[in-house]
């Protein structure tokens, strides 16, 4: 028989702090499952004395998912066991799995990317965790896919928004919407990313896990070194207190062992107050906290009296709307948003001219 109940979910000095309600809005998956060969690493043994999410999160590592990923998949493990009424995965299978992602459709009323991201979950479960394959998975209410315009502003409210913010969220929010950022690709940048003497920003990691180059603007590369030097500061703070080493992607740190202390590898915007890594145990300096900076545009947003929903991914839809109104050539906006598909930067498009698709109302002709 299998460990049961609080045995499945126990035992990873992490779960508690990973258990919230939803997994809805993490970050995107980390590479497929095909893209790293490993050994035992993350296998789980029925009574080898590993608990579940204990493998879960060493399989994980060690294909070097993202945190974001690993808390997603985690929780959504979680859910599925807690909603089977705590019956170990092993006991379950096709129908187990068709029956939860119904549920989150139908009585969840989930996205159908929420949806996905749970099924991506468990199937990593399945197959890199336990070593079971999973087999058609037939008759799974499907959550509808809405098609969604995307929120663009004026190239006035966009200056009310930035003019009714100030200090480092506003030069974020500045590097948003002047560089077609998204959040988390601002807040992941390093000081060796910024090529003042190329005007660019190149993007390590982005979505899919791709780099990509994009423009710097001119007109804020005072601020961004007026900002640089208060953060070499604070980085001196650290070094002289026995820290200043910063988060390493992958497997580098120990490749190059001195260089998470080197200037062009730390943080672009790193947070205010020091803190424990979750998978080292080291106490550093992490990047920035996204929620400042979201709570920062929404406050602006109502004070420039919008009522559009704005928050800080809305700045990168108005950098290709505008590029694309000012003539840029829409492969280009492509290339510098890292959108695989032409479709994608297309829906841009609609906002083009005078509201949709530039059609003059009958009621305004002469």
Wanted: proline share 4%; charged share 25%; aromatic share 6%.
């Amino acid at each position: 028989m299998h460990d049961q109940g609080s045995n499945l979910l126990d035992g990873d000095p992490m779960d508690q702090s990973s258990d919230r309600s939803t997994a809805s809005g993490a970050a995107g998956h980390g590479p497929g499952p095909a893209a790293m060969v490993l050994d035992s690493a993350g296998v789980y043994e029925p009574g080898g004395g590993k608990k579940l999410l204990a493998c879960v999160r060493e399989a994980i590592r060690a294909r070097h998912y993202s945190l974001r990923t690993e808390e997603a998949y985690c929780q959504w493990i979680r859910r599925y066991i807690l909603f089977q009424q705590k019956r170990h995965p092993l006991e379950m299978g096709e129908g187990e799995i068709n029956t939860f992602l119904s549920h989150l459709a139908t009585k969840g009323r989930v996205a159908a990317s929420t949806q996905n991201q749970a099924l991506a979950a468990l199937l990593f479960l399945y197959r890199d965790v336990l070593g079971r394959e999973i087999g058609q998975l037939e008759g799974v209410v499907r959550a509808k896919r809405s098609v969604r315009l995307p929120v663009v502003l004026s190239h006035t409210e966009v200056r009310a928004v930035l003019d009714r913010m100030d200090g480092t969220p506003k030069l974020m929010a500045s590097l948003l919407y002047g560089a077609g950022l998204r959040l988390m690709e601002c807040m992941r940048l390093r000081v060796k990313d910024l090529d003042f003497g190329r005007g660019e920003i190149t993007v390590r990691g982005g979505k899919g896990d791709k780099d990509r180059a994009t423009v710097l603007p001119s007109s804020l590369v005072a601020q961004l070194k007026d900002h640089l030097t208060r953060v070499k500061a604070l980085r001196e703070r650290d070094l002289a207190a026995g820290y200043g080493e910063v988060v390493f992607p992958g497997a580098l740190a120990r490749k190059y062992p001195g260089a998470p202390k080197e200037w062009g590898w730390q943080w672009v915007f790193p947070s205010s107050t020091r803190s424990r890594d979750p998978r080292t145990g080291k106490v550093g300096r992490h990047h920035a906290n996204e929620r400042a900076l979201q709570r920062a545009v929404r406050q602006a947003a109502r004070g420039a009296g919008i009522t559009k929903p704005v928050g800080p991914h809305t700045f990168r839809h108005c950098f290709a709307t505008h590029l694309l109104e000012s003539g840029q050539d829409i492969r280009t906006v492509q290339e510098l948003l890292g959108h695989s598909d032409l479709s994608t930067t297309m829906i841009y498009t609609h906002a083009l001219n005078r509201g949709a698709r530039g059609v003059l109302s009958p009621i305004d002709r002469g």
